[in-house]
């Protein structure tokens, strides 16, 4: 099983959970270093973004028994039109958006002969509209329909799937929350029990449920999980 | 460079952004920015990333740059790119427009009132585009007007 951005809290739970459940895993992280402390697992780091990257990574997978890709790895990128620049919005659609396919495309071969599962991390950021992150819903928008369609148009190769996290407590997401509260000038007690009072569930996802989640679709055969699914505490019913 | 900023037109309240086959009526007040989709190498990254950047660049200066007394009144045109739905790549394009627009739409509040409409080609739109021109429509924000569904 390969698992991209491992380094990261999603990621990195997708990671420590599939090993402890015994698969045989590669993580991978643009990031060298990010996966030192990672134990029992193989470790690639590079940039997704490169096609020679790319590239090689296909290679390194061609003959193994691949029995999934959970494609984890991204950036957040919340930001009003108003600060948007040009810079900013091509990383984070190139990042979340367009290194999905690309990466799929790089490991389609061994994913086909294994029967295998392509698993992408997208967001409950892509069933619904977000004020001060249209960049980042245009990019996870992007994801959720290309899995929807590869889906409905592939009878053959590998099972497509999307995952679509509500608000998990990575170390970015408590750092990000632990800065509004702190621009909002209250303390991250009361942010949060606002934000609570927007999820049925009342607290975030730990990144071991994501990533249970996230497991879950990877191995699954075609036809026993569905195509899409969100994991949003209620947030965003779907 | 862009591959698609090159194509990005200005013509009276029209935007073209990638290649927009057809005539596109933007009747006053209503402002158009029309999205077009050629056949390229690497498609899903052209069509969603590389439009969108151009798209928010636009979007930016449109509804965001010096005041204006009256309510701009934006409509995003697609013009379903090479494949329609049976491509993965076309699909995931008119989703990213869609999840661009519809938060914009939410973000930008009552100033700016922002629409999409997604049509085989430009032409089709006509009557959606003068619709939205129209008082009639003066609650209608945030919504997409699909014209695939009734072709």
Same mark, same amino acid.
């Given at each position: ?82 600060? *948007?620049? #040009?810079?900013?919005? @091509?990383?984070?659609? $190139?990042i979340? %958006?367009?290194?999905?396919? &690309?990466l799929?495309? /790089? *490991?389609? #071969?061994?994913?086909? @002969?294994?029967?295998g $599962?392509?698993? %992408?991390?997208?967001?409950q &950021?892509?069933?619904? /509209?977000?004020? #001060? ?18 889906? /409905? ?21 408590? /750092? ?5 509260a ?44 569905p ?12 | ?69 009256e ?15 049976a ?15 519809l ?49």
């Amino acid at each position: 099983m390969l698992i991209t951005g491992a380094g990261g809290g999603i990621g990195r739970a997708i990671v420590e959970l599939a090993v402890e459940r015994g698969h045989s895993v590669i993580a991978h992280d643009l990031k060298p270093g990010s996966l030192a402390d990672l134990r029992g697992v193989e470790t690639i780091t590079g940039d997704l973004t490169s096609k020679d990257h790319l590239r090689l990574l296909g290679r390194r997978v061609a003959d193994e028994p691949l029995e999934a890709v959970v494609a984890s790895h991204g950036i957040a990128g919340a930001v009003a039109l108003a600060d *948007v620049d #040009e810079r900013r919005s @091509r990383a984070i659609l $190139t990042i979340n %958006a367009s290194t999905v396919p &690309a990466l799929f495309e /790089a *490991v389609r #071969e061994p994913l086909t @002969r294994s029967h295998g $599962t392509y698993v %992408a991390v997208s967001s409950q &950021a892509s069933l619904r /509209a977000e004020r #001060e992150n249209a960049v980042y819903c245009a990019s996870k928008w992007a994801v959720t329909g290309w899995v929807r369609a590869m889906a /409905a148009g592939q009878a053959e190769g590998p099972t497509v799937r999307a995952l679509c996290p509500g608000r998990t407590e990575t170390p970015l997401f408590v /750092a990000a929350t632990e800065a509004i509260a702190a621009a909002q000038g209250q303390t991250v007690e009361a942010y949060n029990k606002d934000i609570h009072d927007l999820i049925p569930l009342r607290r975030f996802a730990t990144t071991r449920e994501t990533a249970s989640l996230a497991l879950y679709l990877a191995t699954q055969p075609r036809g026993a999980a569905p195509t899409v699914v969100a994991n949003s505490g209620g947030e965003v019913p779907f | 460079m862009s591959p698609v900023r090159s194509d990005a037109q200005l013509s009276g309240n029209v935007i073209r952004i990638g290649p927009v086959d057809g005539v596109v009526d933007a009747p006053e007040p209503l402002c158009v920015v029309a999205l077009g989709y050629g056949e390229v190498e690497d498609s899903f990254h052209v069509w969603v990333t590389e439009t969108n950047v151009e798209l928010f660049e636009r979007l930016r200066e449109l509804a965001t740059g010096a005041p204006r007394e009256e309510k701009r009144l934006i409509a995003v045109l697609v013009t379903e790119p090479p494949g329609g739905r049976a491509n993965p790549d076309a699909v995931a394009a008119v989703e990213s427009v869609r999840g661009a627009v519809l938060s914009l739409a939410v973000e930008l509040g009552p100033a700016v009132r922002l629409n999409i409409v997604v049509a085989r080609q430009a032409a089709d739109a006509a009557q959606v585009l003068r619709y939205l021109a129209s008082p009639d429509a003066d609650y209608v924000t945030g919504s997409t007007f699909d014209l695939r569904e009734t072709a």
